[in-house]
C-alpha cells in the first residue's frame, strides 16, 4: 500500500473552503485514493473515493491530478462542526485479499468561529 | 438501518483479568473489521472476517488477542490478561458484500486497563 503524507494540523474559519492535501508519490496503477473522517471519541466516517480527475459528492470534493501522485479533499463553508481529523487512504481494494484499511496520522482541522 | 454497534462503549478492567467487547455489522453485512487506537496515534488494522472464518489476522498481536464472528450473534474481540498497555478505543467496521465495499465503523469501545 502506498504511503501517504498530510500536514498534521490546519486552522480554518467557519464559512471558509477548506483544502488539504494528500501525497501519495508512490501510488500505484490499481490504487484508489479515500479519505475518512474522524471526531473524537467517534468512529471513522467515509467521505469521498476517487480513482482520478475530479469526485463530488454531498459533502466534500476530491480532486486528483493527471499523474495521481497527490490529492487534495476540499471542504466548502466549512462550520465548527467540521472539526475533526481527516485521513486520507490509498489502496488497492480489487486485487488484495483483505479489506484492511491502513490509517496515517491524518489531518486535524481546526475550525475557529 | 441501524449502524454499527458496539459494546459496551466504555469497559473497566484490572490487570490480568479478561476483556470482551462485542460487534453487530450493519444489517445485512458480511464482513467484519476490527480496529486499534492507542492514545494518540492512528488506527490500526487488526483483523478482518467473515462469517465463521477469519481472513486476515495480521494485526492481531500473537499472543492473549482473539476473535471470531459466528454464524449467529455479534463478533467478539477477546482479549485475555489484560496489561496497561492493551488501554486503547477498539472499533469494529462492517461492509456489506466484499471487502472492496465501503466500511463503516461503530463507535468504539474504550477499553481502560487499571
Known amino acids: 500500500l502506498a504511503k501517504t503524507t498530510q500536514p498534521i494540523s490546519m486552522d480554518s474559519y467557519e464559512g471558509q473552503e477548506v483544502n488539504i492535501t494528500c501525497s501519495h508519490n508512490?501510488?500505484?496503477?490499481?490504487?484508489?485514493i479515500t479519505w475518512y473522517q474522524q471526531f473524537p471519541s467517534q468512529g471513522p466516517r467515509f467521505i469521498i473515493q476517487g480513482y482520478k480527475t475530479k469526485v463530488t459528492n454531498e459533502v466534500a470534493s476530491l480532486f486528483i491530478p493527471a499523474d495521481r501522485k497527490s490529492s487534495t479533499l476540499s471542504l466548502p463553508r466549512v462550520s465548527l462542526s467540521d472539526t475533526a481529523v481527516y485521513y486520507c487512504l490509498v489502496g488497492d481494494l480489487l486485487s488484495s485479499n483483505t479489506g484492511k484499511l491502513i490509517f496515517g496520522q491524518g489531518t486535524t482541522l481546526q475550525v475557529k468561529p | 438501518n441501524a449502524g454499527v454497534m458496539q459494546n459496551p462503549r466504555h469497559l473497566v478492567r484490572r490487570r490480568g483479568q479478561e476483556a470482551r467487547l462485542r460487534c453487530s455489522p450493519m444489517k445485512g453485512h458480511s464482513h467484519v473489521y476490527w480496529y486499534r487506537q492507542l492514545p494518540e496515534e492512528g488506527l490500526k488494522f487488526m483483523v478482518y472476517l467473515q462469517k465463521e472464518n477469519i481472513i486476515d489476522e495480521s494485526g492481531m498481536p500473537k499472543e492473549r488477542f482473539s476473535a471470531e464472528f459466528p454464524k449467529e450473534g455479534p463478533s467478539i474481540l477477546r482479549i485475555q490478561q489484560v496489561v496497561r498497555g492493551d488501554s486503547a478505543a477498539y472499533f469494529c467496521?462492517?461492509?456489506?458484500?466484499?471487502?472492496?465495499?465501503?466500511?463503516?465503523f461503530g463507535p468504539g469501545t474504550r477499553l481502560t486497563v487499571l
Open positions: 467496521a462492517s461492509s456489506p458484500d466484499s471487502f472492496t465495499d465501503t466500511q463503516y
Open positions: 508512490n501510488i500505484a496503477t490499481n490504487d484508489y
